[in-house]
């Protein structure tokens, strides 16, 4: 993950598509997300685990399970020795969920992953683990199978659905918006962070008000934007102190602190040391003393000693006795469900009638806020060109991203001008429903209906 452009971290995978197994002896991250669910596994040493706006700490044989666009962060704890530690992360994409029916984004998986079904899990972890650090022949099919297994047990004990359960007024469609949204936020503040963009900045990027993105950015990342801010100055000033000889005043200012007072006490507050501490210690100084809770490795994202053995006290069973030796060719349970193929036939020759091209009349989409989006506007233009059509439907026209309704009781009709003169330059009608009113205008929470996708 490229820590100096996005927080988005888009997984790449290798042979065995789909799924990503990472085996390390030091993990070290800051906020960040992505598409995939994440199974973290302590094998050997503790784990400090943020995620779901907390913070867990991970002991040995303990399993955490970070759901889909969760932001989170994964850092080995007192570790001053690398030996002493091992972490598996295993990583797996949406994809793999759809072959097995399952669409994770209706879907939340439990924080605790416990009991006699967790030992269940634990298992096939150690023996995707095994597969990963030999050659062996059908090794990426071997690692499918494992992974299939683990996403099982997962659905069947410790998953719960969602569909019905966002916020009120807000739809999956909303869920995913607000995540869109987020991970241009983060984009540009990892970019841009040395000139310590503000929050009105931000805003007009989003085309939401100040007000509405200081509440969202702090009920999803668990901090408020300028702490975030903060977070990623320092997390840069960290590597800068690391990786190089230079002045800490050159730092400090590279990082977008404008003065080595207000560095030094962030700096301290974010990572327990002053910043000279801290750069002897990744020099090979003494370790400088952090207070428990910020006791984190301080160096890089992961950190592999060559292969790895995985403690034998893991194979023991929740009772405490030994477990069956570990076996590649693990049976099908018995009371797997057995399915019977069935065959549909037909003739794609055959003439069914006139298509009634309707589609020519009126499209819909979502939200007007849509409109204003470059790329959104782009796909537009192609699909009028390529089928034309005469109105298009949508939804959202007063809604807070909008903008109408200002805080200081003013009515502000840009982005609603914006979005009608996009389409009257198309020559498209718009068939617009209310849906509805902005919230600083809204006598209560309650509606008559929920709100459309």
């Known amino acids: 993950m490229d820590m100096n452009k996005t927080n988005f971290e888009q997984v790449q995978y290798g042979n065995s598509d789909g799924v990503k197994p990472i085996i390390t002896n030091l993990v070290s991250t800051f906020p960040h997300w992505h598409n995939e669910i994440e199974i973290v596994f302590a094998c050997q040493g503790d784990l400090l685990v943020e995620y779901g706006g907390v913070k867990r700490l991970l002991r040995q044989g303990e399993i955490a399970v970070i759901n889909s666009t969760e932001i989170h962060a994964v850092n080995s704890v007192d570790s001053t020795d690398s030996r002493e530690h091992i972490v598996f992360m295993l990583q797996i994409s949406v994809q793999f969920f759809r072959t097995m029916s399952a669409h994770i984004n209706s879907l939340r998986f439990l924080d605790r992953i416990e009991g006699p079904e967790a030992e269940e899990i634990r298992k096939y972890l150690l023996l995707v683990m095994d597969e990963e650090q030999n050659e062996r022949e059908a090794k990426p099919a071997v690692i499918h199978g494992f992974c299939g297994l683990i996403v099982a047990l997962l659905l069947r004990h410790f998953c719960e659905n969602i569909s019905s359960e966002f916020p009120k007024n807000e739809t999956s469609s909303d869920y995913n918006r607000n995540y869109d949204r987020l991970k241009k936020v983060l984009g540009f503040v990892n970019e841009h962070y040395a000139e310590s963009p503000s929050l009105n900045e931000i805003a007009e990027i989003v085309y939401?008000?100040?007000?509405?993105?200081?509440?969202?950015?702090?009920?999803?990342?668990?901090?408020?934007?300028?702490?975030?801010?903060?977070?990623?100055?320092?997390?840069?000033?960290?590597?800068?102190?690391?990786?190089?000889?230079?002045?800490?005043?050159?730092?400090?200012?590279?990082?977008?602190?404008?003065?080595?007072?207000?560095?030094?006490?962030?700096?301290?507050?974010?990572?327990?040391?002053?910043?000279?501490?801290?750069?002897?210690?990744?020099?090979?100084?003494?370790?400088?003393?952090?207070?428990?809770?910020?006791?984190?490795?301080?160096?890089?994202?992961?950190?592999?000693?060559?292969?790895?053995?995985?403690?034998?006290?893991?194979?023991?069973?929740?009772?405490?006795?030994?477990?069956?030796?570990?076996?590649?060719?693990?049976?099908?349970?018995?009371?797997?469900?057995?399915?019977?193929?069935?065959?549909?036939?037909?003739?794609?020759?055959?003439?069914?009638?006139?298509?009634?091209?309707?589609?020519?009349?009126?499209?819909?989409?979502?939200?007007?806020?849509?409109?204003?989006?470059?790329?959104?506007?782009?796909?537009?233009?192609?699909?009028?060109?390529?089928?034309?059509?005469?109105?298009?439907?949508?939804?959202?026209?007063?809604?807070?991203?909008?903008?109408?309704?200002?805080?200081?009781?003013?009515?502000?009709?840009?982005?609603?001008?914006?979005?009608?003169?996009?389409?009257?330059?198309?020559?498209?009608?718009?068939?617009?429903?209310?849906?509805?009113?902005?919230?600083?205008?809204?006598?209560?929470?309650?509606?008559?209906?929920?709100?459309?996708?």
């Open 208 to 453: 939401v008000s100040p007000y509405y993105l200081s509440h969202f950015f702090t009920r999803t990342m668990g901090m408020t934007y300028l702490q975030y801010l903060n977070y990623v100055k320092v997390t840069m000033a960290k590597q800068s102190l690391a990786a190089t000889d230079d002045a800490v005043i050159d730092i400090l200012s590279r990082s977008g602190f404008a003065n080595t007072k207000t560095f030094n006490r962030v700096f301290r507050e974010i990572v327990g040391c002053s910043p000279s501490e801290y750069r002897k210690f990744v020099h090979g100084g003494a370790e400088p003393e952090l207070p428990a809770s910020e006791k984190t490795h301080l160096g890089s994202y992961v950190n592999y000693q060559g292969h790895i053995v995985i403690p034998h006290a893991l194979y023991r069973a929740s009772d405490g006795e030994e477990a069956e030796e570990r076996k590649t060719d693990a049976k099908t349970p018995d009371n797997a469900k057995k399915f019977t193929a069935r065959t549909i036939e037909a003739d794609v020759r055959k003439s069914a009638g006139k298509l009634d091209a309707y589609f020519r009349k009126m499209i819909g989409t979502a939200r007007a806020s849509d409109f204003l989006r470059r790329e959104v506007q782009e796909q537009f233009r192609l699909l009028i060109k390529e089928m034309p059509f005469e109105y298009v439907r949508f939804h959202g026209i007063f809604d807070d991203v909008m903008c109408v309704a200002l805080d200081d009781g003013r009515f502000n009709w840009l982005y609603i001008d914006d979005v009608l003169d996009f389409l009257m330059e198309l020559n498209v009608r718009p068939f617009i429903e209310f849906s509805f009113m902005p919230s600083t205008l809204a006598s209560g929470e309650t509606t008559m209906f929920y709100r459309p996708l």
